[in-house]
């Protein structure tokens, strides 16, 4: 059997944004954020991740721009899931995808089964 990892089934593709995205949430300012409020210290914490992200992105991109090809780190809101895809640089194809896009269609379609058995997380 011939799997093309590199399709894009529309269902799959509606539930996909770019990972930059996924957190541009209207953060507060560092001068509103209340010490004890740790809702806005989570928020705080999680801009610096992905400033982090960002920039060992960028640096990986940089390394391997010399094959022709770059990284780009994408969110699946359905499977709650990160994954990166391989692009040829020239073209802008996908080569791959890590994790594959049919693992991630399976990981929803498991997670909507397991809804059908359980009510609710204890």
């Known amino acids: 059997m011939n799997m ?10 509606d539930n996909v944004r770019p990972l930059d995205s996924v957190t541009k949430k209207s953060l507060p300012t560092l001068s509103d954020i209340n ?3 740790p809702e ?3 928020q705080k914490f999680l801009k610096e991740q992905q ?11 940089e390394a391997i ?3 022709g090809k770059e990284l780009k780190f994408k969110y699946n809101d359905e499977a709650e899931q990160l994954y990166v895809e391989i692009i040829d640089s020239k073209t802008q194809k996908v080569l791959s995808s890590l994790p594959p896009e ?8 498991m997670k ?11």
Not at 102 to 109: A, M, P, R, T
Not at 112 to 122: A, N, R, Y
């Open 4 to 13: 093309n990892i590199n399709r894009l089934d529309s269902n799959f593709s």
């Open 35 to 37: 010490i004890n409020n």
């Open 40 to 42: 806005l210290k989570a």
């Open 51 to 61: 400033e982090e992200l960002e920039k060992q992105a960028k640096k990986l991109n």
């Open 65 to 67: 721009a010399a094959s």
């Open 102 to 109: 049919f693992l991630i269609d399976l990981s929803v379609k």
């Open 112 to 122: 909507e089964m397991i809804g059908m058995f359980f009510d609710k997380k204890i």
